[in-house]
């Protein structure tokens, strides 16, 4: 949040876009404008320069200064704008993908301070009818917002067309909540038996270590500690930093993991391409995954339509009730959710799983599992129907002995009030 404190006559509000960013800093004559200011930082979540909340608080017309500064066309500041910020090299590389390949072509020709609020508006309708999915247009505009909030920052132009603006937000579509899909150990063995032979230890790797399906694709064999007395594996986070972590495996999946690495180099992918590169998960899931997850869904007795050559199309599935075959479409992320539900059948902390997945705070882990943790002992469930009975019975005795000692009162109050005067 924004900070607002008085300065002797003055009043100052401070904020910073990140934890490792300047400090952006304001300072104004009264509290109200200084409130304003404080408002205006928080609205476009703290992504706006000093220069900007200048000049909407205190109405300054002029441009900031940018003199001996020329903009740049938008397709030159593309890798400048991601160098440097604390997100993995992975994440760092599809940003600048998805800057070169979407951003840029949508404003060819632009400078970057040609580009204004309406010309951006423009560029995320033309997303949505084009039918784009609506994670894909929050992520197109999450990266054009830091792309354009670069270019300000370097007084390539004026103001962010992508931020926020006061008072108001930009529309975006909404993104329908995917269901995660937790798989029990039966279709767990459908999905590996599906697989190519030599992506049949994925799926085990995922099933038993809980890890993201772009860190399983990070493996190198120098990563892996087989041999040691509770086997491990060195965890390259794959969204942050701070997602590096050592986990724990079973010897099975040890076992499994150090036959697959046999005669590798230390540098070599766990799960690298032919040539010894690594995967791109966009790839695995189109060319590996998804023709396997089809496969574990027919049903031998009842296979899907022909084409009119005669084939079974790759990705065409039964649509029978028989239990012999897959009926849900997992993603690959779903072998972590499934390992997650097994660890908490098994009663693991929650601290514990949340450590071994790499969240930033156990409210991540509640948020998404926390829905499959029991609540209580339900074998006890009895005891507090039982509990219950016992303490009607309790006061309805307290209640009968009550009435009882009323009922005296009233037949013989002279006597009893004597018998109590004698008594003190």
Known sequence: MASMAPRGNSFQVRWRPSRKADWETCTFSNETDADAAKKLAEARNHLITKDEVYRVVL???????TVGVISPFVKDIV???FKGRDIADSTRKEYVRLGRNMIAPAFDGLRCAEVDRPRYLTFITSLVDKGCKPAYIRKAHAVAHVLFGFAVTEKYMAVNPAAKPVGGKTELPKIKKYDSIFLTHFEADLVRASMP?????????GCGTGMRP???LELKVSDLFLERNKPYIHVR???TDDADRTIFISRKLAKILAARVKGKRKDAYVFGTARGHKWDLRNFRRRIWWPAIAKASRCASHPPKADKSGAIPILAVSTCLCESRLHSRPRPHDLRHSHVGWLIEAAWDFFAIMRR???ASIQTTFNIYGHRRPDGDTDKLDELDEMAAAERQKTAAKNARDETMGSVTRIYPDTLNGELGRAA
């Open 59 to 65: 109405g300054i017309e002029e441009e900031p200064e």
């Open 79 to 81: 890798v400048d704008a």
């Open 197 to 205: 032979p030599s992506w049949e230890d994925f799926v085990d790797t």
């Open 214 to 216: 772009g860190e399983i």
């Open 237 to 239: 986070g794959t969204k």
């Open 357 to 359: 997945l790499g969240h």
